[in-house]
């Protein structure tokens, strides 16, 4: 405990955490008003920018990134980095229906009783069905 | 505020009581006992793996055959031999023996430290580690036996039981496997605040020996890659105990996203594992070179560039899976990219040896195997990395022997170079010299004959995972049954002269000469206390550092080493 | 434990910040990676699958924005703990150290009504991927608030009789976290529709 006391004496009063909280409660209200007007950029714009608003604001004053030593940013960031480029590499795939040789059956446009349809049925008991 | 001393490291610290044998060996929170705890429950799983790899060989050379110790191998119990080969040999051998044991035994002692900075948190690691390896063990056992889907674990095979056929094993293999990982976890996220925060006064950041610094980056690339494959192996269990279809495309999931959360993992992994080896052999080299370690920032810097770069390496495993051609060619790009740094480190090493002064004990012939063996896996892994080539060699026995190219030394050349270097310090008696020379040989000459037999077979075709070869005519000619036979030969010769080792080691610890704190005449810190090391480890008095690691053979000096701690 | 058992590399701080809060960081920064893999996961399959814009239409927008009501209220009591610890006043840091484990209580009582409500209505973890997600993802999260909730609580008890009141700090930096993810997954889940 003598820890945590010695690191703030660098900075003798807190921040006014009700105002914080306050401002974030005002965040919350808009980012559900904001789908009400059923524009989607103005829905995406106010979910998620309002997201990463709020995210910030509690890192910032209630986990005191931002008296903490740099680097424990960095590290944050290296991490959100790091799912990006996960993000990144593996997008192109998983959002595809259809590549070299596979097709993922559900999404895919092809015609009934082929291998891409989704209610093909590999052993034929159905297969005649749709025809 | 740099280096702030507690006043109660004044304190003295010799408070002793006797405790009982169960809660000093067993229940101990003391690094010193957790490390020895993980090396040998780690010896004991490379047992275990030896041994499933003796039999599916057997199996392999002699198609049908009633194994001694075994019988008769099935096909679906050659798949579980396979995959808890993989699985034991990675996540129960090579990461609790070369990151958990030399981790806790070292980081406190070369750091000038008494302890671990959460030494209840290192006590309950190695439990969750413990009960994981139970688990695993277990899964032989149950109805079905154990998992059979490969290391892996791809879905649709590991994720619907109709298909695997093991309902029970495929399920404890995950749960093993997930427990594993947080035991990782709970012991990284202690090495790493331990070597932040605990090291003695005057040690600097270039003054930590490198191996540290190896096992320390290391730990961060499994805390951050890890992550994603335990949301996705909870994915996993949920199609395979709930029956969600995260994994099943006819539903609306998609297999290749565990493809890609389990090699976003799987890649760094083999750094994770590769870098503690790595430094093993910086710490070792000096020393029996009695000479200054070759560019220690630049290796540092090297390791770190390896660690992020092995981020985004990991589609390579994946290229004939289906992935985006366009996407292949990046990870082309970026995997054969990678192996500059590795190719440096290499580089780094031979120049520490050039113009030193060699000794050739057990432990520096460790270290030089593992150079020359490991850069053989290195160089086969560029025919890998490349897409074009991949198309070909994918799956084949030229992919197995590649990594077992890089593996073996990891894990096992690695381990007793660590092992034999380390063991006065552990024990406090030197290990036998000669024994420790015919063990080497007795491993390093199988080793080599069992693998480039099964290049020579992968490059001719021989696919993976294959129960028996005599079922493909193609596969099934003389001279290839001819060195699948040498290939199973080499591997029980190479068994057995593991026996000298084991009898090496017991009669070493009784009847061994002391060691004495400084046997080798090396410079870092634990080396100062006693062998084996009291509790506490330096008893009232910590060392304090005044230079880097590696200083041997300086010109203003009489002696050819200067430890740490020394003022002048 | 009383600290007098520590090891004397537990009191040492190289780098400037004390050990448990370095060691917390570097929880949250695996945390980060968890929750990052599952959400990456569910974000490629989302903007694939036009067709969950269905089946998101059934989350309960209501229920969702008044339990982020209730984490980010009980966070400010996390942080207003840590102010009271820091001025050396145990009573009152424990006090409110309960009341954002009451927080995180409520929090789960309104999951579990909001999960029954689903599940009657037919909507279970298995009638669509979109549904695994919903439920995988909240529910590992729902495991953290638990698991944070009982550490609060043993942390207050020993807060309230002034005993290692550095702690109250780092479960706050967990719970703010927890209360981040949250964050995130309210309009990932429930607006984004």
Redesign the interface.
């Given at each position: 405990m003598a820890e945590a006391a010695a690191h703030h004496d660098e900075h003798h009063e807190h921040p006014n955490y009700v105002r914080i909280w306050a401002i974030l409660l005002v965040l919350l209200i808009i980012s559900v008003l904001g789908p009400m007007l059923e524009i989607r950029v103005v829905t995406l714009l106010t979910a998620f920018g309002i997201a990463v608003v709020k995210a910030y604001m509690v890192a910032k004053n209630f986990m005191h990134l931002n008296i903490e030593p740099r680097y424990v940013v960095y590290l944050m960031a290296?991490?959100l980095v790091?799912?990006l480029?996960?993000f990144a590499?593996?997008a192109?795939?998983?959002m595809?229906f259809e590549?070299?040789?596979?097709v993922?059956?559900?999404?895919s446009t092809a015609a009934p009783g082929t291998l891409g349809h989704?209610d093909f049925v590999p052993h034929g008991e159905a297969g005649g069905e749709h025809h | 505020?740099?280096?702030?001393?507690?006043p109660?490291?004044q304190a003295a610290?010799g408070e002793h009581h006797e405790e009982g044998w169960v809660k000093k060996y067993l229940f101990s929170t003391d690094h010193k006992i957790i490390a020895m705890q993980y090396l040998f429950t780690g010896m004991a799983m490379g047992l275990i793996g030896a041994f499933f790899a003796y039999v599916f060989r057997m199996q392999l050379a002699f198609p049908g055959m009633e194994v001694p110790f075994f019988g008769v191998v099935s096909a679906n119990e050659y798949n579980s031999l396979i995959t808890n080969h993989g699985a034991i040999m990675i996540f129960w051998v090579a990461m609790p023996v070369l990151i958990a044991a030399f981790g806790n035994f070292l980081i406190?002692l070369m750091i000038g430290?008494?302890?671990?900075?959460?030494?209840r948190i290192n006590r309950l690691s190695y439990q969750i580690f413990f009960i994981s390896a139970l688990v695993l063990l277990a899964s032989f056992f149950v109805e079905g036996g154990g998992f059979g889907g490969a290391w892996t674990a791809y879905p649709p095979l590991s994720a619907n039981a109709a298909y695997s056929l093991t309902p029970m094993g495929a399920t404890l293999w995950l749960v093993a496997v997930a427990l594993e990982f947080v035991a990782f976890?709970l012991g990284?996220?202690?090495f790493?605040?331990?070597l932040?925060?605990?090291?003695?006064k005057g040690?600097g950041i270039y003054d930590i020996p490198m191996v540290l610094w190896m096992i320390i980056i290391a730990s961060i690339l499994f805390?951050?890659?890890?992550?994603?494959?335990?949301?996705?192996a909870?994915?996993l269990f949920?199609d395979q105990q709930?029956?969600?279809?995260?994994y099943d495309?006819?539903?609306?999931?998609?297999p290749?996203?565990w493809q890609?959360?389990f090699w976003?993992f799987g890649h760094p992994e083999v750094y994770v594992v590769l870098l503690p080896a790595m430094g093993i052999v910086a710490d070792i080299m000096p020393v029996f070179a009695r000479k200054k370690l070759f560019a220690y920032r630049t290796i540092l810097w090297t390791a770190i560039g390896t660690g992020v770069l092995s981020?985004?390496v990991?589609?390579h495993h994946q290229f004939i899976a289906?992935?985006?051609?366009?996407?292949a060619h990046v990870?082309t790009i970026t995997t054969l990219l990678i192996s500059i740094p590795i190719a440096e480190m290499c580089f780094v090493y031979i120049a520490t040896l050039y113009g030193g002064s060699i000794r050739l004990n057990t432990p520096m012939l460790w270290a030089l195997a593992f150079v020359a063996e490991f850069l053989i896996g290195g160089v086969t892994g560029i025919f890998l990395g490349a897409s074009g080539a991949d198309i070909y060699f994918h799956d084949t026995y030229f992919v197995l022997a590649h990594f077992h190219y890089t593996f073996f030394p990891i894990a096992i050349i690695g381990t007793y170079a660590g092992v034999t270097f380390w063991f006065p310090k552990m024990f406090g008696r030197m290990m036998n010299d000669t024994l420790g020379k015919i063990h080497f040989w007795g491993t390093i000459i199988p080793f080599n004959l069992i693998f480039i037999p099964l290049f020579v077979l992968g490059a001719a075709g021989q696919h993976r995972r294959i129960y028996d070869f005599t079922n493909y005519p193609m596969l099934a000619e003389p001279w290839m049954q001819d060195l699948r036979v040498l290939a199973t030969v080499s591997l029980v010769v190479m068994l057995a002269f593991q026996l000298v080792f084991f009898y090496n080691v017991i009669v070493s610890l009784v009847r061994g000469e002391k060691a004495g704190k400084n046997p080798w005449k090396s410079n870092t810190l634990e080396w100062t206390t006693e062998s084996p090391p009291p509790h506490g480890n330096f008893g009232d008095q910590?060392p304090t550092v005044y230079r880097p690691p590696y200083e041997y053979s300086h010109p203003d000096r009489e002696e050819d080493y200067w430890p740490q701690n020394l003022p002048n | 434990m009383s600290s007098a058992a520590r090891?004397?590399?537990?009191?040492?701080?190289?780098?400037?910040?004390p050990?448990g809060r370095?060691?917390v960081w570097?929880?949250v920064?695996?945390?980060?990676?968890?929750?990052?893999?599952?959400l990456?996961?569910y974000i490629?399959?989302r903007l694939a699958?036009d067709a969950w814009t269905v089946q998101a239409a059934n989350t309960n927008t209501t229920i969702g924005a008044i339990n982020t009501f209730v984490l980010l209220t009980s966070s400010l009591f996390a942080v207003l703990g840590h102010a009271n610890a820091v001025d050396g006043n145990g009573k009152r840091a424990a006090f409110f150290l309960r009341l954002t484990a009451l927080g995180g209580a409520i929090f789960i009582a309104i999951k579990s009504y909001e999960w029954y409500t689903e599940i009657s209505h037919g909507f279970t973890?298995?009638s669509?991927?979109f549904w695994?997600?919903y439920y995988?993802a909240a529910g590992?999260h729902a495991l953290h608030v638990i698991a944070g909730a009982v550490i609060l609580l043993l942390i207050a008890r020993d807060a309230a009789k002034n005993l290692e009141l550095h702690r109250v700090e780092l479960i706050g930096i967990y719970w703010h976290f927890v209360d981040i993810v949250w964050i995130f997954l309210f309009p990932l889940l429930y607006i984004a529709k």
């Open positions: 290296t991490m790091f799912m480029l996960f590499g593996v192109p795939d998983v595809r590549g070299d040789n596979w993922k059956p559900m999404q989704p | 505020m740099a280096e702030t001393v507690h109660a490291e610290h406190p430290a008494d302890d671990m900075v959460f030494p976890l990284g996220i202690n790493v605040t331990t932040m925060n605990s090291r003695t040690m805390m951050a890659s890890v992550g994603p494959l335990i949301a996705g909870v994915m949920m709930v029956g969600t279809h995260f495309p006819t539903r609306g999931g998609d290749l996203l890609h959360l976003f981020f985004t990991w589609a289906g992935i985006d051609p366009r996407m990870f910590y | 090891p004397i590399a537990n009191l040492r701080s190289a780098t400037g910040i050990t370095l060691a570097w929880v920064a695996s945390e980060i990676v968890i929750f990052g893999g599952i990456a996961s490629m399959f699958h973890i298995t669509n991927t695994s997600f995988t590992l």
